[in-house]
């Protein structure tokens, strides 16, 4: 008798679980990592987290990839040859730690604004813009400038938060859901699982983006809208709600800048500024009394529309009004749009019934009582269960700040901003409008071996705040701040290398940048940025850009042109804290925040990039970062720094477990065991607020409390929404010749037409500045849902999926052009051409084609073979962008921006598609391949 083999089914895969913050993409969601011998074998998502609940998406499973990627750097690198050519030598740390010293040091003592500092998509920016102040250099910030900066700041200069991870909707109990632009980024595992509950409940999903993939192929109505007039689209919503009366009058009345009076004093200096009482108060006319009133006095009887004439002769209008008369215009009527925006007149004015039906006649009612800044009670909660989100398809335009405010300006007027059922602030948000930080980097705030008297980058609320000398030249390098990005409140990232190469407006001395691809995917105008990278000064020999100095995890294409490489960990290596001081995890329901925790030691000679930081900050002596002694403050690193740094008294990079015994939130002193604590509860901190806090937040009494004793603001003052923007019309009367600073003649005209008060539309800069009829479409990416950036497809899973990228074209628009499927097609824009593959469909606005974001690399990098199918085949809508826009009148070439924040306008290209040969199967441009660095074996 032979007997039966025993087949373990289920071996134990793992002897120990840890737990940690996945950063596979932007949303940071709690994982648990297995491990066996302490080798990773599996990621799973943590069930208790807050943010994902146990869900984890394809990228984050495979985060194993990632860490165990055959293009992770092991070592620091000196470069040896010309830069491009791939010629590194390995040092030690200690040698590349004093050579970056000595250089920083250098630039330092003589001019620190010769310091360059920009990262990618850290998350770590809570730290680096402290470590920039400490340097004492104005020049530095984070990628925010060619993401969706303009998405960012039109919140925080309208309703005191943001789309982005800053706020959601109420997944909960909204029954209509509009998304603009959003794919896949910057809310992946939670807009997943929020449009999942509303599937579940039934509620109307209506997704606004040119193509329909991602999100889009799961809503209840497409809206294939043409790139770049969303707001259009929107402002004739916002048109037949007026003209049909549907609006919240109530909370505009109360909650609003709407019955603000608004000076009407044409061609004089303070025309379109509000009227201040004599309390320091806006004025507003009180329809009882017939007369003006203080804003802080008058409540109810407020008037919001009308012009009245002041006691002493002063024409005014309230701000409802004027927006009023601009919306009620027949330019704005569905029918005048319909066309530049491919959406039929009649789908904008059902879908703005309906709107109008599920706010004002579906509404949600919580059995709330809560109470108003102005002492009012108010018995129960009640929301309009209208919400709406947006990214990048908004923001990536020259009109994306205008637009984004236009969304803004229709979620005010219907009152969803963190009503029941509406668009939700998370903590740190609401915050003041704008927030009251202000940029640093004037001439006389920036001396040798000082620090910055405030921090590089903040909200400007009038032309005496640029960052600009007496002839108006920018202080910047990015030029951020300046009369060419008067709010770029994230600074200019895509213009920092094009702008140092021509010492435009200074040439600088260092580059430093961490994980930030500016030679490939994240570079606007790719063969000119190389160019730049390795321009020589033909007197001297030397590189234009003296030094780079560059950090990174892996063997991307910005590698080959630095000349010193600080090996980065992965991100199960290291110490994190997503911090309420930067970019946090908070819920709608309350504020949150988390740590990474080593899961695995690395085994190479390689450190975090923020203890490197801190590391070069004591051996530079910088205060912060150096103790009295002269010894470095923070000598455990990151996870010391975490623990111990205080930005204010008793307010540290971690909210939740201060105060010596750990039993304090928000404010305490720091804890020894805090990151222990935060291990134990998973790696994250979750606050959640009382029912009588979770709404209405910007003017709830209860929660504005609160938030000032947990440190999220300074003081409990009531946040009103600003549907009439102040700041940009004190820009507006400068570009018309009032004030004492004034813009060059050469940027009077668009500053008039981009700084408007009152949300507003123009077409995209580089459509009305070519020949519209020689490049008639539009050219756009998406963000693919197997990957993030450009990290994703270097990975051995993700690339399984998504191993090159193929040009989408609509059935009826190749066919007009004998353009069959799989087809080479050449598109050409007014700056390049390329060649690619095309693949066609019916889920896109027949005038746009499209492909996925970063998916093609250049050969002999990120660890790939040469003939990978990345680079052979794969292919980058970025030859085709330029970071410059067509040669205006007067000479100047203003940047590919919008022109209020400085937004990179990728999504303004405009191309001419035709049909090509096919060359051996090769996409165009193939750029001569780069020597592989040496990286982890
Ligand atoms: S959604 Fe993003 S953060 Fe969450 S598991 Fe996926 S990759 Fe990770």
Same mark, same amino acid.
């Not at 889009?216 to 109505?221: I, K, L």
């Given at each position: 008798?032979?007997? *039966? ?41 943590? @069930? $208790?987290?807050?943010?994902? =609940? ?34 590194? =030598? ?36 809570? %730290? ?74 039934? /509620? ?48 505009? +009345? ?8 608004? @000076?009407?004093?044409?061609? &004089?200096?303070?025309? !379109? ?54 919306? %009620? ?10 066309? +530049? ?38 018995? *129960? ?10 990214? +990048? ?96 409140? &994230? ?61 990174? /995890? ?5 590698? &080959? ?30 504020? /949150? ?43 455990? !690193? ?21 105060? #010596? ?43 504005? $409390? ?123 824009? &007014? ?26 690399? @250049? ?48 999504? $303004?290209? +405009? ?21 592989? #660095?040496?990286?982890?074996?």
């Amino acid at each position: 008798m032979t007997s *039966t083999p025993v087949i373990e089914r289920s071996p134990k895969t793992w002897d120990e679980t840890k737990t940690t913050t996945c950063y596979m993409c932007a949303c940071r969601c709690g994982i648990k990592v297995y491990l066996k011998d302490g080798s990773i074998t599996y990621i799973e998502g943590n @069930r $208790d987290h807050p943010v994902n =609940k146990g869900v984890i998406c394809g990228k984050g499973a495979a985060g194993i990839k990632q860490h165990t990627s055959p293009s992770r750097l092991s070592k620091p690198l000196l470069r040896v040859g010309e830069r491009g050519a791939g010629e590194f =030598k390995e040092i030690e740390w200690d040698e590349a730690l004093s050579l970056a010293t000595r250089w920083f040091s250098d630039v330092r003592k003589s001019d620190p604004k010769k310091l360059a500092f920009f990262t990618g998509r850290d998350q770590s920016q809570g %730290l680096t813009s402290w470590w920039a102040t400490q340097f004492g250099t104005p020049n530095y910030a984070a990628h925010g400038g060619f993401c969706s900066v303009n998405m960012a700041a039109a919140g925080l200069y309208t309703f005191g938060g943001a789309f982005w991870e800053f706020g959601e909707p109420d997944w909960e109990h909204t029954k209509y859901f509009m998304l603009f632009g959003v794919a896949e980024d910057h809310g992946s595992n939670p807009i997943k699982a929020g449009i999942g509950k509303l599937k579940k409940r039934g /509620a109307k999903f209506v997704s606004i983006n040119p193509i329909k993939t991602g999100y889009s192929a799961v809503a209840d109505e497409w809206i294939g809208i043409r790139p770049g007039t969303d707001g259009l689209f929107v402002g004739a919503l916002i048109h037949e709600l007026l003209a049909a009366g549907e609006i919240d009058a109530p909370s505009l +009345r109360d909650f609003t800048n709407a019955a603000w009076l608004v @000076r009407d004093n044409l061609d &004089h200096a303070d025309h !379109g500024l509000f009227l201040i009482g004599e309390d320091g108060q806006p004025l507003v006319w009180d329809g009882v009394r017939k007369a003006p009133a203080s804003s802080a006095d008058v409540i109810e009887s407020r008037s919001l529309l009308g012009r009245y004439v002041l006691p002493d002769g002063t024409k005014t209008a309230t701000s409802l009004h004027l927006i009023a008369e601009r919306y %009620l215009d027949q330019s704005w009527s569905s029918e005048a749009v319909e066309t +530049r925006c491919g959406v039929p007149a009649k789908t904008i004015k059902r879908i703005a019934a309906e709107l109008a039906h599920h706010a004002f006649h579906e509404k949600v009612e919580l059995d709330v009582p809560w109470t108003d800044h102005y002492g009012r009670t108010h018995k *129960t909660m009640v929301g309009r269960p209208v919400s709406m989100h947006a990214m +990048r398809g908004i923001s990536a335009h020259a009109n994306g700040f205008q637009t984004c405010r236009a969304v803004h300006l229709l979620q005010i007027l219907l009152g969803t901003i963190d009503a029941p059922g509406g668009f939700r602030y998370k903590a740190p948000y609401p915050r003041p409008i704008p927030p009251a930080i202000k940029p640093t980097g004037k001439s006389g705030q920036v001396f040798p071996n000082e620090p910055l008297p405030g921090p590089p980058l903040g909200f400007i609320t009038s032309p005496d705040d640029l960052l600009i000398d007496e002839k108006g030249t920018p202080q910047r390098i990015d030029k951020a701040y300046s009369w060419d990005a008067p709010l770029a409140a &994230h600074g200019m990232m895509h213009m920092v290398i094009t702008n140092a190469a021509k010492k435009d407006p200074y040439g600088i001395d260092v580059l430093f940048m961490y994980m930030a691809n500016m030679s490939w995917n994240s570079a606007m105008n790719v063969p000119d940025t190389i160019k730049y990278l390795t321009m020589k000064d033909e007197t001297t020999g030397d590189y234009v850009i003296p030094k780079i100095i560059y950090s990174d /995890a892996y063997a991307s294409e910005m590698v &080959h042109y630095a000349d010193l490489i600080l090996p980065d960990t992965t991100y199960l290596e290291r110490w994190d804290c997503i911090s309420l001081l930067d970019r946090p995890i908070s819920e709608a329901d309350g504020p /949150a925040d988390s740590i990474r925790q080593p899961v695995v030691a690395p085994d190479r000679d390689v450190r975090p990039f923020q203890t490197v930081l801190l590391d070069l900050g004591a051996r530079l002596g910088l205060p912060g970062m150096t103790t009295a002694e002269g010894k470095p403050r923070y000598p455990g !690193g990151y996870e010391d720094y975490i623990v111990n740094h205080e930005r204010a008294p008793g307010i540290g990079p971690l909210a939740g477990y201060r105060g #010596v015994d750990g039993t304090l939130s928000g404010k305490g002193a720091p804890n020894p065991d805090q990151l222990k604590r935060y291990i134990k509860n998973g790696c994250h901190f979750f606050h959640e607020l009382a029912p009588e806090q979770k709404y209405f937040k910007h003017v709830n009494k209860i929660y504005l $409390d609160f938030a000032t004793g947990f440190g999220l603001i300074e003081a409990p003052n009531a946040i009103i929404h600003q549907l009439y923007c102040e700041p940009l019309q004190k820009f507006k009367l400068a570009a018309e010749g009032h004030g004492a600073v004034q813009p060059p003649e050469t940027h009077r005209k668009r500053l008039i037409e981009a700084f408007d008060p009152i949300p507003n539309w123009y077409p995209p800069f580089e459509g009305k500045m070519i020949d519209e009829t020689k490049f008639p479409m539009h050219a756009v990416t998406q963000r693919p849902m197997a990957m993030y950036h450009a990290w994703g497809s270097q990975n051995q899973w993700l690339r399984q999926i998504l191993g090159r990228n193929w040009l989408y074209i609509a059935h009826q628009r190749a066919a007009s052009l004998g353009i069959k499927d799989g087809d080479w097609v050449t598109l050409t824009s &007014h700056h390049g051409q390329i060649r690619a593959q095309a693949k066609l469909m019916n889920g896109v606005n027949p005038d746009t084609v499209w492909t996925w974001n970063a998916i093609g690399k @250049r050969s002999g990098t990120w660890g790939l073979e040469n003939n990978a199918p990345e680079s052979k085949q794969g292919f980058l809508l970025n030859h085709l962008i330029s970071e410059l826009l067509p040669e205006r009148e007067g000479g100047y070439r203003f940047s590919n921006s919008d022109p209020v924040t400085g937004q990179a306008a990728w999504y $303004d290209l +405009r191309v001419r598609l035709e049909k090509a040969a096919d060359v051996n199967g090769l996409s165009a441009p193939q750029f001569p391949d780069l020597k592989p #660095v040496r990286a982890a074996q």
